[in-house]
């Protein structure tokens, strides 16, 4: 079984700061790696995804993330923040084997302040 | 390519009253999730479809909520009563399956259930 743990529940940014979201996680075997955003009232959005390779992974909209096995972490990161990067943003992990739920973190709440 | 399609957007009903939340995945996605977020948390998996069989239901409140697949491509979930702690998002998300690769979920818009 895995587990995600976020460990900032909201995160105020002013724009055109840098931003960095934090996420570990635990599993007993290998795992991939997501970033899912969600804007109000809408579905979650995949941002980027670690499969295998390159463990700095680029995504949409500008957003980055790093694979990091030994910490256990994939924290996600933008070096300059919009407005309408305001949203909830989910980490979520999923084994390799056959089933590959998505097992998904509590979420940060990303405000950017003008 | 058309996205997952859920139904209704919004419900609202009171305890020990009955709903049913409708899904449409993706064209020739095998491989169909509901998830239940609550406000505040992260979504969890209640219940996992390939094709029309069921392959992970251990999450799922059997005594209350129920989910069918009948013909491996639309789904249903059904809550029968209703609890007032079933006040939820309900999100249904749908893949190609298959063995290669790891499975990208493309979400629906969801489905938010009030119970009162």
């Known amino acids: 079984a895995q587990s995600v743990t976020q460990l900032d529940s909201q995160v105020p940014v002013f724009e055109e700061a840098p931003v960095e979201l934090r996420c570990n996680y635990s599993?007993?075997?290998?795992?991939?790696l997501f970033w899912y955003v969600q804007y109000p009232n809408q579905g979650l959005q995949l941002l980027l995804k670690?499969?295998?390779?390159?463990?700095l992974v680029k995504g949409i909209n500008g957003f980055e993330a790093e694979f990091n096995k030994s910490q256990t972490s994939f924290h996600l990161r933008k070096p300059s923040v919009h407005i309408s990067d305001t949203a909830e943003y989910f980490c979520a992990v999923s084994d390799r084997g056959s089933a590959r739920q998505l097992t998904f973190g509590s979420g940060t709440q990303l405000t950017v302040l003008p | 390519e058309a996205g997952v399609a859920q139904s209704p957007r919004y419900k609202i009903i009171e305890k020990r009253q009955s709903v049913a939340f409708w899904c449409n995945p993706i064209s020739g996605h095998a491989t169909l999730y509901w998830y239940q977020q609550i406000l505040g948390q992260g979504p969890k998996l209640l219940i996992q479809?390939?094709?029309?069989?069921?392959?992970?239901d251990s999450q799922l409140p059997k005594d209350r909520f129920s989910a069918e697949r009948l013909k491996g491509v639309d789904s249903t979930l059904k809550i029968q009563p209703a609890k007032l702690e079933d006040s939820a998002v309900y999100l249904c998300?749908?893949?190609?399956?298959?063995?290669?690769?790891?499975?990208?979920?493309?979400f629906g818009a969801g489905s938010r259930l009030t119970v009162l």
């Open positions: 670690y499969l295998s390779g390159s463990t």
């Open positions: 599993s007993s075997v290998s795992v991939y």
């Open positions: 479809f390939q094709n029309n069989g069921v392959v992970d």
């Open positions: 998300a749908s893949t190609p399956g298959g063995s290669a690769g790891a499975n990208v979920l493309t």
